[in-house]
């Protein structure tokens, strides 16, 4: 059986799928960003420090940040299931899927964060040191203001990015449509519902994609 049969596929399932694909990405963009963002900052900061013991801890922080960037997304969330399993208290679905999503995206995105406030003019910086603004000021009224679109930038990579893993928590029960197109198209030959869900997948990823760029532009002009 199977084959084309676009006909034989259950649209409230896909729509089911689809909503928990929405889920998982909202709810680990939330907890990327609020992780990533002042991880990030942490790593522009610490990496300019003329202090022994920052120096070092910029250099514990890098190591931990590169480890699991390299770490491939389908390992990491195999190897995580006993912490997922401990936090959420299941490891498949939904719920399951969203810790490794976050373990796995936030430090790719402090990694933009970082490389997006290293583009700030540092006279800019210099400035607001001269005028004795503190460390916490220059972050807030300077450093992130002035790479807001670099920011944007870096947010649009990382939930484009958040979309490929989901797909591949599909692989271990993830949930959404990646489990979806995996459980029919893989396992029972229903090649009509892996198209429709790679369809989908598509052009949320071109949603967001388009959406990230508009604020890019806005926030560039502005």
Do not use: C, H
Request: aromatic share 10%.
């Amino acid at each position: 059986m199977g084959g084309l049969d676009f006909g034989a596929i259950d649209w409230s399932e896909m729509g089911t799928a689809t909503l928990d694909t929405l889920q998982m990405m909202g709810y680990a963009t939330l907890f990327t960003f609020v992780i990533g963002l002042p991880l990030g900052v942490l790593l522009f900061t610490f990496s300019r420090s003329q202090s022994l013991v920052l120096g070092w801890v910029y250099r514990l922080i890098s190591l931990i940040v590169n480890i699991l960037r390299s770490v491939p997304f389908i390992i990491l969330i195999v190897a995580l299931i006993p912490v997922t399993r401990t936090l959420m208290g299941v490891s498949t679905g939904v719920e399951g899927t969203i810790p490794p999503l976050v373990i796995g995206a936030a430090p790719f995105f402090a990694r933009l964060v970082e490389t997006a406030l290293r583009e700030v003019d540092r006279g800019v910086i210099e400035a607001s040191q001269a005028m004795g603004a503190s460390t916490f000021q220059i972050i807030r009224k300077v450093l992130l203001p002035e790479s807001l679109p670099g920011l944007i930038a870096g947010m649009t990579i990382t939930v484009v990015t958040l979309v490929s893993y989901t797909a591949m928590s599909g692989m271990v029960g993830g949930g959404g449509l990646g489990d979806l197109a995996i459980r029919y198209g893989y396992y029972r030959y229903e090649t009509g519902v892996m198209i429709v869900s790679v369809i989908f997948m598509v052009i949320l990823v071109q949603v967001l994609q388009m959406l990230g760029d508009r604020l890019v532009i806005f926030f560039t002009r502005k």
